[in-house]
């Protein structure tokens, strides 16, 4: 049965709220009000309930199944901060309250970027950005104003490797720079060659992902962050896979200038099908007086936002910051000390590798070394009966898991991105990889089945491009 | 724990890689860089961490809150939060798998749809961060979809989308200029006429404008239209129950802060980004849109569609580098508005002008205190105080009551100037409250 929108189940004069009656209907003029009515659904509270529940019922989520999304850190969200990130005082402090009346907030802000700067080594914070995209345009813009403050403007490139993220080169050409791609090397690292070739005095940034999207760290990151500020270059670290180092090593010991960090995968907040997240940004003790404004600072036992930052860049979004996430990131820094946090980076790192090494012979590593805290397959439909990873993804959303991320980096062919995390069971890696090998085995024996899978979801195989043909948004 | 290992697991894991320990799978990470000294709390157990949380909240102080400002207390039901909340919608990624996603994806399209109704508008987006990166979002489509470089901006935009719009346009073409205000707190329409001309991009309004005021909408998109320039209009949704749509007025971005609708202040964040424009401009739109299409049995089912735009396929082509959105905050406002429908939006918003023009009404009987402006408003307004708004904001603060936004803040001249909200949640206690306060003054 096909679902109904609830438009469709919409009966004229149902509504699920009221509120009280005005005495007045004639404060305005009739030349600045609405003439009809907008076409939005009338159902009951209880019609509402059960339409909404239904929803969530189509959903695969982290709570219900295995979710190896890579890149992704889909890690468990403890309960206890869906709770204390709304407690009311929280949620209800107004961001224009007088400072005196929102002292619980700011100093959870505050700690929260001292907690920040000690597991990164950076001089600074800004929690202000929304999500990790926004985080590298922040570092960008950063990075931007400080090479302007030191009349360096003719630096017009940022250098990206093929294996960034699409936010990286898009950020890139936002801040109002030329992007630069560089191959990686054979090894899935910099080409150290390359990267030589393309830093010049033109070069104001180097964007680099550690560990890198194909889950390896970057060997020569010393070397390679001498050879950036050699050119009077900054390195901006893209800090997505931050749960791969988290209590094992700090970025800023690396020679890292400037990065972000994704509260909603490192940090435990849940990704709400989307959002919101929350991407702080740190800096070293030479660009941190660019950072967005205003930072938490203690002034006599006393949190403010009113420091002065003349050389900041400015605003990057209205207010301070996606808050509730910010208090998700401080539970999670408050419930864990350094040594807990080393055992969470190492689990993460073991279940990848756990997962690598099972499913060798099978399905194989693109590059067959020991990776960080996410392992990238690549299939060969040529030698897979004509089975592409989409087929596998989709086969998989059968055994009740949630698909890797898949073509993506772009550099790995029919790339399948496992990222198990920490918080996954060895039982559950094993019942994930029995899966996997049930998958191969019917490639072989029934590919058919595989190539018309799902067969299990409210909706078999979609046709994505029927969408973007004549596409229908809206009712 | 957090970790499930036992240390059977761990040591079955470690012979299945072929590793002794986690530390020999660390071998690229030069040594000398690994476990590094830590600073940090001990770690509190969850009954720690729950009344350390209860005790950083007792030192925020509630008030009776008459401060709006670009971010308002409404009643949020209770069915909002107790749906959005469900795991299944609060622990899902992005729908990128779309089979396993049509939950939180037709949730998407009926937020699209009901957002386009409530504005008017041909088409809106997933969500964006919030109001003032939406609006900057649009100004920098109006500027690639005109190919022009001037944009003129209401001065009566909010002080922090300024800098939002400053930010995101400064290395770009676009030269930002602003429209002046009348005495009246709303754009001087004559004024603007002879500034937008052949070079403008777009008009970029606010509406109720920071000062709370509704500006001639109508008007001003003539006016930008006459020239080949387009209008975007910044609105609040909530409003929108009541007053003019953008459609009406022909705008062709409009662009919105969505917290007003089911989601709470949270000190400013996440807000919730609305962006809708005509439908000719679909294509120059940032982020994720959910559109219909066909299982392979012709099925209806849900997509992310028109990714094109996007950072995942276009790198540095893309519209924007947007990539996760608000997507929490967009399925608050959805099952708010379901929850409500037409009739109980109209109701909620005519509270928000009954409470908000009691208020004034009062305000202007108590000695020295003056509404600034006969201009329609929905649920703000300024008051000029016989003394600093930050004085009059200091001791209503010593009776736990939020007075409003000090205007003084932003513009020298307006420091006696005090921006006042009420909404729905402004109970007559609450408003007696406060005008017996301002009489003490
Ligand atoms: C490596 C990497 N960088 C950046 C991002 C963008 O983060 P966000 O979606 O929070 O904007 C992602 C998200 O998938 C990522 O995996």
Known sequence: ?475 | MFTPHTKQDEQEMLAAVGVSSVKELLNKIPADLLYPNYHLPAALTEQQLTAHLHALAAENKPLKNFIGAGMYRHFIPAAVPALSGRGEFLTAYTPYQAEASQGTLQTIYEFQSCICALFDMDVATASHYDGATALAEAVLAAHRVTGREEVIVSSLLHPHYKEVLATYTRHSAVRLTEAKPTSEGTLDVQALKNQVSDKTACVVISTPNFLGYVEQAGEISKIAHEKGALLVAQVNPLSLGLLQTPGSYDADFAVAEGQPLGNPVSFGGPGLGIMTAKKAYMRQLPGRMVGIAKDKNGKRAFVLTLQAREQHIRREKAASNICSNEAICALNAVIYLTLLGPQGLKEVAELNVERAHQLAEKINKVKGFKVLSVAPFFNEFVVTCPVPASEVIEKLAAKGIGAGYDLGQTCEQMKNALLVCATELSTPEDISAYISALEEI
């Open chain 1, 1 to 475: 049965m096909e679902n109904l929108l609830s438009i469709e189940k919409s009966q004229s004069g149902r509504r699920g709220v009221r509120f009280e009656k005005t005495a007045k209907h004639d404060y305005l003029p009739s030349d600045v009000l609405r003439t009809s009515a907008p076409k939005l659904p009338e159902m009951s509270e209880f019609d509402t309930v059960r339409h909404f529940t239904r929803l969530s019922q189509q959903n695969y989520s982290l709570d219900g199944q295995f979710y190896p999304l890579g890149s992704c850190t889909m890690k468990y969200n403890p309960k206890a901060y869906d709770v204390l990130s709304v407690l009311e005082p929280f949620a209800n402090a107004h961001p224009f309250a007088p400072e005196s009346a929102v002292q619980g907030t700011l100093r959870v802000m505050y700690e929260l970027q001292e907690l920040l700067k000690e597991i990164t080594g950076l001089s600074a914070f800004t929690l202000q950005p929304a999500a990790g995209a926004h985080g590298e345009l922040t570092g960008i813009l950063t990075v931007r104003a400080y090479h302007d403050a030191h009349k360096n403007s003719s630096r017009t490139e940022v250098i990206v490797p093929d294996t960034a993220h699409g936010t990286n080169p898009a950020t890139a050409n936002m801040a109002g720079y030329t992007v630069v791609n560089i191959k990686s090397a054979a090894d899935g690292c910099v080409d150290k060659q390359a990267l030589q070739a393309a830093l010049s005095d033109k070069t104001a940034a180097v964007m680099l992902t550690v560990p890198n999207t194909v889950g390896l760290f970057e060997k020569d990151i010393r070397e390679i962050a001498d050879m950036v500020h050699k050119a009077g270059a900054l390195l901006y670290m893209d800090g997505a896979n931050f749960n791969a180092l988290i209590g094992l090593a700090k970025p800023a010991d690396f020679g890292v200038d400037v990065m972000h960090l994704n509260l909603h995968k490192t940090f435990a907040a849940p990704h709400g099908g989307g959002g919101p997240g929350s991407g702080p940004v740190g800096a070293a003790k030479h660009v941190a007086p660019f950072l967005p404004k205003p930072i938490v600072e203690k002034k006599d036992g006393k949190y403010t936002l009113l420091g002065e930052m003349p050389q900041s860049l400015g605003k990057m979004k209205a207010f301070y910051g996606n808050i509730a996430v910010v208090l998700r990131g401080y539970c999670y820094l408050r419930q864990f000390d350094a040594a807990t946090l080393k055992n969470i980076a190492e689990k993460a790192i073991l279940n990848a590798n756990y997962v690598r090494a099972k499913l060798k012979g099978k399905f194989d590593a693109f590059f067959d070394v020991n990776c960080m805290h996410e392992c990238v397959l690549s299939i060969d439909p040529a030698k897979m009966n004509g089975v592409h990873t989409a087929d596998v993804a989709k086969r998989l959303l059968d055994y009740g898991f949630y698909a890797p991320t898949i073509y993506f980096p772009l550099i790995v062919p029919e790339a399948m991105m496992i990222e198990p995390t920490e918080t996954e069971s060895k039982e559950t890696l094993d019942a994930f990889v029995g899966a996997l090998e049930k998958i191969y085995d019917e490639i072989f024996a029934n590919p058919q089945l595989v190539h018309d899978a799902p067969h299990t979801q409210p909706v078999s195989r979609i046709d994505e491009v029927s969408a973007a043909r004549q596409p229908n948004l809206r009712w």
